[in-house]
């Protein structure tokens, strides 16, 4: 089993930065090597995929409508892996959800590729 726990969420302006947090726990971790997501879910609609990296760091995909804004990072070492959102905008505002999958699939944007998943962290960015 693996335990996800992502903090760093809050309020925030329009333009303003906020860096997201995934802790990591249990075994499985480490043992598969396991990727990991970033996706969001706003108020009314679906959950859709923001940024993933692999294992090693080496690759990362972004969706559209944060490239270029957002940044995927991992520290393995930690067990955590991080999201930076800059220039942050209205529809930004979502809640935030951290997952972890044992699969190498490419890009890994589908919520059903993901074996697990934290609670949350609530996004809101203020105009």
């Known amino acids: 089993q693996v335990q996800l726990v992502e903090s760093g969420g809050g309020l925030v302006q329009v333009g303003g930065s906020l860096r997201l947090s995934c802790a990591a726990s249990g075994r499985s971790f480490s043992s598969y090597a396991m990727g990991m997501g970033w996706f969001r879910q706003a108020p009314g609609k679906e959950r859709e995929f923001a940024a993933n990296i692999n294992w090693s760091g080496s690759t990362r995909y972004y969706a559209d409508s944060v490239k270029g804004r957002f940044t995927i990072s991992r520290d393995n070492a930690k067990n955590t892996v991080y999201l930076q959102m800059n220039s942050l905008k209205p529809e930004d505002t979502a809640v935030y959800y951290c997952?972890?999958?044992?699969?190498?699939?490419?890009?890994?944007?589908?919520?059903?590729?993901?074996?697990?998943w934290g609670q949350g962290t609530p996004v809101t960015v203020s105009s």
């Open positions: 997952a972890a999958r044992q699969g190498r699939g490419f890009p890994g944007t589908e919520f059903n590729e993901y074996d697990y």
